[in-house]
């Protein structure tokens, strides 16, 4: 069945940039896209972005257009995350997660805990 | 503040059935048949149980169900059992952003 397998967790400085990983399995990479949500602590989940399997069209939300980029490699069926100028606030578990665009996701990986302390 | 608005917290004894709603505007939730539901175990990722509405992944118990009425959605489970105790959270299609989901719901089985 379908599984994504992400990277793990991370340190970052406040201004640093943080790129997480996640490997896809089960099915046809091209099929799908990927989006990428992120928890804070106590928090609910928040959508950060949409990427294409097929073609690698993105559509990032506006709150993180000027600092996120989503990239796909094909020939390994990795997406990958790259958020970048971090602030404290940016501290959460980040999740990709299988899915056409607008429409559910399913299934998620295990998260990634990106942490963004002085 | 979540786009979408559920109520913090719900109960119920084993056997009952409970009902948590989220409320959305027509640019979302009222607007197009996009909704879904996700479980959430402590320190887990979530997990998909009910999307488009009313429809039920493979493996997802039939106690699990969804509506919609206008601007709110509803996700009913019946006969509660102690494995429901989780965060419910819902999600919807948005002609804004493409995806929202609400601040989520703690079910908690009494």
């Known amino acids: 069945q379908a599984q994504l397998v992400q990277s793990g967790a991370e340190v970052r400085k406040p201004g640093a940039s943080v790129k997480v990983s996640c490997k896809a399995s089960?099915?046809?990479?091209?099929?799908?896209?990927i989006s990428w949500v992120r928890q804070a602590p106590g928090q609910g989940p928040e959508w950060m972005g949409w990427i294409s399997g097929y073609n690698g069209n993105t559509n990032y939300a506006q709150k993180f257009r000027d600092r996120l980029t989503m990239t796909t490699e094909k020939f390994s069926s990795t997406a990958y995350m790259e958020l970048r100028s971090l602030t404290s606030d940016d501290t959460a578990v980040y999740y990709c997660?299988?899915?056409?665009?607008?429409?559910?996701?399913?299934?998620w990986g295990q998260g990634t805990l990106v942490i963004v302390s002085s | 503040q979540s786009a979408l608005t559920q109520p913090a917290s719900v109960s119920g004894s084993p056997g009952q059935s409970i009902t948590i709603s989220c409320t959305g505007t027509s640019s979302d939730i009222g607007g197009y048949n996009y909704v879904s539901w996700y479980q959430q175990h402590p320190d887990k990722a979530p997990k998909l149980v009910i999307y488009?509405?009313?429809n039920r992944p493979s493996g997802v118990s039939n106690r699990f169900s969804g509506s919609k009425s206008g601007n709110t959605a509803s996700l009913n489970i019946s006969g509660l059992q102690a494995e429901d105790e989780a965060d419910y959270y819902c999600s919807s299609y948005t002609s804004s952003t493409a995806l929202v989901f609400g601040g989520g719901t703690k079910l908690t089985v009494l």
């Open positions: 089960g099915y046809r990479f091209s099929s799908y896209g």
């Open positions: 997660a299988r899915g056409n665009h607008g429409d559910y996701v399913d299934p």
């Open positions: 488009d509405v009313h």
